[in-house]
């Protein structure tokens, strides 16, 4: 069961809050960075991105103390001029998220480390030691957790579904902040004052199983690394959880993450489509000029080559080999085969039937010869890179299912590198969980 709870958390006024809501800090760079925040000395750009007040001695090496010192004093000095405020008591909050009449409404809490351990905040992706190594600094310099770990309820959970059904009589209400920014998204947050409530809001939670990480995997990793030993009597009790937003499955919006490559493998346009006909077992077929070349379903990827989108069908593992199903039960019985929640995946397909065996692509995570596009920048950036670019050829996925995260995560399992893009992100600057008492 699942140990969520409200916390004491460093909110902007009402009124500076469209200043002080920023993009996430891994998805711009310190040059979109220091554009977005400059003039506005509110932006929490200067927080999560403090390279940006560093000038022209900007480190190649984020991971400087100097710029997590630069961090820490970015984030007193809203303090101190009251741009952002402590909550006087603990307490949830709910967060809607709205873009082009689609919206998700999460629950923002703390989550025990403890549940990160023991496997009940599943993850699905690896982590890097050098980008966790970066936020237990940048984390620790501050005092506080600045930015939220995206988690999901499984679609039907029925725990979460009663947790849900408690938050809708606060969306009913005025919300404490309500902005839009640049990009067009509503970030909408109501404070849940009702303690009665939020004791309810506490035992519906219990009573989920697991909760999965969507987004954040290197936040929850360092956060884990922060709280240290969970018995240590000297530590503050709030190093033993990290913020979070918690949105029921059904309501978030998957992207592909789609795949760009340098080269051919010597080969020229031609006869990469030709190896990729006897990966398909026949020519492949072009799309009309014109027509959407999105997938159409799992199974399938497009390629851009010659200018061209090209339908790549790639075979799904069958799932009713003889050899592979299971043992016979108490009854005799014989349990269906299950496939592999990972080797179905079409990212893993993709790797394991083209880039690998024909282009040498063995590492993903870090041969520089493949690169990744959020698929929130659309196929016309594809065809920029390929057709006016640097790259040779471009792959457009069927975005992988919140399901199959649940599947991957549920086993134990890690998806290939870039598998998901979950949008719109969460605003940055709406919530800030301190650990220590320079806040209180």
Do not use: K
């Given at each position: 069961m699942v140990d969520l709870r409200p916390f004491r958390a460093l909110r902007p006024r009402p009124d500076r809050a469209a200043a002080v809501l920023a993009p996430p800090y891994d998805v711009v760079d310190v040059t979109q960075a220091r554009s977005i925040a400059r003039g506005n000395p509110d932006s929490f750009l200067h927080v999560s991105r403090p390279e940006i007040d560093l000038g022209a001695d900007d480190p190649d090496d984020p991971d400087e103390p100097a710029v997590h010192e630069q961090a820490a004093r970015a984030l007193h000095d809203l303090v101190d001029r009251g741009v952002l405020v402590l909550d006087e008591q603990e307490a949830y909050a709910v967060y809607r998220l709205t873009r082009a009449g689609r919206s998700q409404t999460g629950l923002v809490a703390c989550v025990a480390v403890a549940d990160y351990r023991a496997g009940r905040v599943a993850t699905h992706e690896q982590t890097r030691r050098d980008k966790e190594d970066d936020r237990v600094h940048h984390v620790e310099a501050l005092g506080a957790h600045d930015e939220p770990v995206l988690l999901l309820a499984a679609p039907g959970d029925p725990g979460w579904a009663e947790v849900h059904r408690l938050l809708r009589g606060v969306v009913a209400g005025e919300p404490r902040i309500d902005v839009t920014d640049p990009a067009g998204v509503r970030h909408e947050l109501w404070v849940v004052t009702d303690t009665d409530l939020a004791e309810r809001v506490t035992a519906a939670a219990?009573?989920?199983?697991?909760?999965?990480?969507?987004?954040?995997?290197?936040?929850?990793?360092?956060?884990?690394?922060?709280?240290?030993?969970?018995?240590?009597?000297?530590?503050?009790?709030?190093?033993?959880?990290?913020?979070?937003?918690?949105?029921?499955?059904?309501?978030?919006?998957?992207?592909?993450?789609?795949r760009v490559v340098a080269d051919l493998g010597d080969r020229t346009e031609e006869e990469w489509l030709a190896v990729l006909a006897e990966v398909a077992g026949a020519p492949l077929q072009p799309y009309a000029e014109g027509r959407d070349p999105a997938p159409s379903g799992p199974g399938e990827v497009s390629v851009r080559a010659a200018r061209r989108w090209w339908r790549l069908p790639l075979a799904v593992p069958t799932t009713d080999r003889s050899g592979d199903v299971g043992a016979p039960d108490a009854?005799?019985?014989?349990?269906?085969?299950?496939?592999?929640?990972?080797?179905?995946?079409?990212?893993?397909?993709?790797?394991?039937?083209?880039?690998?065996?024909?282009?040498?692509?063995?590492?993903?995570?870090?041969?520089?010869?493949?690169?990744?596009?959020?698929?929130?920048?659309?196929?016309?950036?594809?065809?920029?890179?390929?057709?006016?670019?640097?790259?040779?050829?471009?792959?457009?996925?069927?975005?992988?299912?919140?399901?199959?995260?649940?599947?991957?995560?549920?086993?134990?399992?890690?998806?290939p590198p870039k598998s998901t893009w979950f949008e719109p992100k969460l605003g940055s600057g709406l919530f800030v969980h301190p650990f220590t008492a320079a806040y209180d």
């Open positions: 219990h009573l989920v199983p697991a909760l999965y990480v969507a987004d954040g995997h290197h936040r929850s990793a360092a956060a884990d690394r922060v709280a240290g030993c969970l018995d240590d009597p000297g530590a503050d009790p709030r190093r033993a959880e990290f913020p979070v937003v918690v949105f029921p499955g059904e309501e978030l919006l998957v992207l592909p993450y789609n009854d005799g019985e014989r349990t269906a085969y299950r496939p592999d929640p990972v080797a179905v995946l079409d990212v893993s397909l993709l790797q394991d039937r083209v880039l690998g065996p024909l282009l040498g692509i063995t590492d993903p995570r870090g041969d520089p010869r493949i690169g990744f596009v959020g698929g929130v920048h659309g196929v016309a950036e594809l065809e920029r890179l390929v057709d006016d670019g640097p790259w040779a050829s471009a792959v457009l996925l069927h975005p992988t299912g919140v399901d199959d995260l649940v599947a991957v995560a549920g086993s134990g399992r890690d998806m």
